[in-house]
């Protein structure tokens, strides 16, 4: 029973909208009628100026962290504790982008999955940054950035797994899985739009 509620709790941390608040607060209304329509740090820095998005970017990465060490304390010692731990993980970034409280509009889940990544592995984070850097600074898409790190953190975490001392490794690679597909399915429509040619480009 406490590893499920660890589960859920970790969903309703991953719901709370920061962007959408942040947004409400400074007074731009409701982010997600703008833009890409998510409550994620790009669309709050086009509607509330790049500080906001700065603060957005942090608590949501903030609160995947937490999500993550919460379930590794609570549940270290407990039987199948790396799939818990893993099924919070999933569960934070898929309340980011599902949110209760926001009737299920949320965000795309990449900031709040960095969060859950820097702690669960962070070299391999480290790794796939750099590549999304690169992309960004070469494109000033950062969608374009994103999806590529989406779909390169489960390839790094396997790489960097393939040399380490922990022999379980799988519940990790799940959710790194997992999650990157689902950033990667939110970012559908800027898909779209990178084919078109028609995707708003990052302004320095």
Known sequence: ??????????????????????????????????????????????????WAGVLTLLLDALKGAAAVVVAHGVLADGPGADWWVAASALAVVVGHVFPVWLGFRGGKGVATGLGVFLVLAPLAVLCVLFVFVVIVWATRYVSLGSITAAALIPVAVWLLGLHGADENKLPLLTAATVGGALIIFMHRANIGRLLRGEENKLKL
């Open 1 to 50: 029973m406490l590893p499920a509620s660890v589960v859920v709790l970790a969903y309703l941390l991953g719901s709370i909208p920061f962007g959408y608040l942040i947004v409400r607060l400074s007074g731009g209304g409701d982010v997600r009628v703008a833009g890409s329509g998510g409550t994620g740090a790009t669309n709050v820095t086009r509607r509330a100026g790049k």
